[in-house]
Each structure stands twice: as C-alpha cells, then as structure tokens.
C-alpha cells in the first residue's frame, strides 16, 4: 500500500507530545518522540510544516525543555524556519511567547515586538488561521 501519514497526523504526534504527563522519563521519552516527527515532516519530501506544525513544536520546547542555550538555541532556530516558510501564525506566536525569554523575544521579533506589524514574508503560507 502507498498510503503514508499526512501533516494532520505528524500534527497529533507533536500535540500529544506537548501535552504529555508523567514521570521524567515520560518527559524525556515524548521530547525524542517530538523532536524525530519535527524532523521527519522537515525532511519529508511531500510534506511540508504548517504553522499547527510549528506551533506545536514550538509548545513541546516551552513544555519538555528546561530553560537553558540549548532550549534558546532551539526556539531560535525553530522560529526562524517558521518565518523563512512563511508560517507565523497567532499561535505560533503565543507558544514562541511562552519557550522564549523576553530578551530573545524582542530580539527575534525585532520592530514587531513592540506591537509592530509582522513581516509579510513571515505570514505569507498561513492558510486556515489567524495571522
């Protein structure tokens, strides 16, 4: 059978995962578990993420990642591919509020921290949400 999973279900794997409850390993387990089916769709030559995607994602590092440069460096990284891919959402948005520091907030968001309007370019694939 050809039949393989769509963004829909890669979406569900990486919203249970940001809301996962447990015991550390628990915890552990559902972060290697988000972080393969982020890189899976990222990879994945038919699929592309959406801004559910990177939301999601984005709420399993403020979840799962204690605060600290790797857990900068990620929301960093993960917020700048959402942009370049156009995919900034208002939930986006509200999860990369709450994974990142106010000081990398600002830094990130530049003029637009400020209630600026957002680049274009950033928004531009959102389909079926609020920008």
């Known amino acids: 059978s050809d039949a393989k999973p769509t963004i829909y279900a890669y979406n569900a794997v990486l919203n249970a995962a940001e809301f996962t409850v447990g015991n550390e390993v628990d915890l552990e387990e559902a972060f290697q578990v988000a972080c393969e089916t982020f890189d899976e769709v990222r990879q994945s030559e038919t ?16 979840q799962l990642m204690p605060k600290s440069d790797i857990r900068n460096d990620m929301v960093q990284l993960v917020f700048r ?10 939930v986006v948005m509200k999860k990369f509020r709450e994974a ?7 830094d990130l968001m530049g003029k637009a921290s400020d209630g600026g309007e957002l680049p274009k370019e950033w928004t531009y694939n959102v389909r079926g949400a609020r920008q």
């Open 100 to 106: 990142a520091d106010a000081a990398q907030f600002q």
């Open 47 to 62: 699929l592309k993420p959406d801004h559910v995607t990177y939301g999601s994602f984005m709420g399993v590092i403020s």
């Open 81 to 90: 591919r959402c942009c370049v891919d156009g995919q900034l959402a208002s």
